[in-house]
């Protein structure tokens, strides 16, 4: 009889070898791909238009590999595990432990069980591309343990890049899977995974160190935790997580935020977002669109103003006429301001970079 294995397709080196070595071993193999909101998944460079030609990695793994991928959407449902983690936080504001739970709880839905949702799914096991030692917050041989058990799937969770140091799981104690085909990787060093990928015959993978969740990211977080404080509540949307990744995020005062795109890509994007915010743009030189999370009183508006116009093409101009624009996108103020030279725009206003 031969066995289903789900497999959790980041689609980084470690998940794509952990496919492949239940392929060589006679498994099927189905991938999950979980979408958060904070996946980075190229998301910055789509926008700016540098990587034409390229795919969703995950898709391009489970095409490499000739297997079906599932991508699920756990936005909103993860909103919980982001703000209330049980195992806290790492480096930034990522609930890392929580976070691979939650998602070998999600793939366990594929599991056996008279109950799933996708009946002719259906799978043996679970399995994952972790490392022993290889992130600080849940890749920890002490940690490991508490993944299978907090959700709920056990034993029936399988690592093949680092089973030989843990106890043995059913698909290998049920003799489903070869454990002496699988392997013992610890530490941080990527090399053992080239040398393994190389070896499978595999010569293209997504960067091995890439990383793939803004919420690792200092600068990100600090937007979120300013995004949080400025809002007096611990909530944000999904289209907050996505205006978080994009463009300069200056605070020029407690109770508004600009959001000022670096290049075209980014202003592109943020043209979708005037729906939901006072926007300003330079009237009479090229630059960029600016959005105003906030609301602004008269002096307000000529500092927001002067920011914009330092960014324009008519920043050396003595004075620059800037427009704002209501949600509607209509002309709504316009003022005559002295661009703002750039030894004032004050370090403090730039959250995150």
């Known amino acids: 009889m031969r066995r289903k294995a789900i497999v959790l397709l980041s689609g980084g080196l470690d998940s794509m070898l952990a496919a492949r070595l239940m392929q060589d071993q006679g498994i099927d193999v189905e991938g999950v791909n979980f979408y958060t909101g904070f996946c980075i998944e190229n998301h910055t460079q789509a926008i700016r238009g540098q990587n034409r030609g390229r795919r969703h990695q995950?898709?391009?793994?489970?095409?490499?590999?000739?297997?079906?991928?599932?991508?699920?959407?756990?936005?909103?449902a993860y909103k919980k595990i982001l703000l209330e983690p049980r195992y806290g936080y790492g480096t930034a504001l990522n609930p890392c432990l929580d976070c691979k739970i939650f998602m070998v709880q999600q793939a366990a839905l594929f599991l056996e069980k008279a109950d799933t949702v996708a009946q002719e799914q259906a799978a043996d096991f679970i399995v994952t591309g972790e490392v022993i030692g290889q992130r600080m917050k849940s890749q920890l041989k002490r940690t490991m343990p508490i993944i299978a058990r907090e959700s709920g799937v056990h034993d029936r969770l399988l690592?093949?890049?680092?089973?030989?140091?843990?106890e043995p799981t059913l698909p290998e104690r049920l003799g489903w899977v070869d454990r002496n085909k699988l392997y013992g990787f610890n530490g941080r060093s990527r090399q053992p995974q080239i040398e393994l990928a190389r070896s499978l015959g595999l010569e293209e993978w997504a960067q091995p160190a890439g990383g793939c969740c803004f919420l690792t990211d200092p600068h990100y977080a600090r937007k979120l935790s300013d995004l949080w404080q400025s809002r007096g509540q611990r909530d944000y949307s999904l289209d907050d997580a996505l205006l978080l990744k994009v463009g300069r995020h200056l605070r020029p005062r407690p109770h508004f935020k600009m959001i000022i795109p670096r290049e075209e890509g980014e202003n592109r994007f943020l043209e979708g977002f005037r729906h939901r915010f006072l926007s300003l743009q330079s009237l009479e030189h090229p630059g960029p669109l600016a959005l105003v999370d906030g609301a602004l009183n008269p002096e307000d508006q000529y500092l927001a103003a002067r920011i914009l116009a330092r960014y324009s093409q008519g920043r050396n101009e003595n004075t620059l006429r800037v427009g704002f624009f209501d949600t509607k996108k209509s002309l709504a103020l316009t003022l005559d301001v002295i661009p703002l030279p750039a030894n004032e725009v004050?370090?403090?206003?730039?959250?995150?970079?």
């Open 58 to 76: 995950a898709l391009w793994v489970a095409d490499r590999l000739g297997i079906p991928l599932h991508i699920v959407d756990i936005s909103e």
């Open 159 to 166: 690592r093949p890049l680092c089973a030989q140091l843990l």
């Open 346 to 353: 004050e370090e403090s206003w730039h959250v995150g970079r």
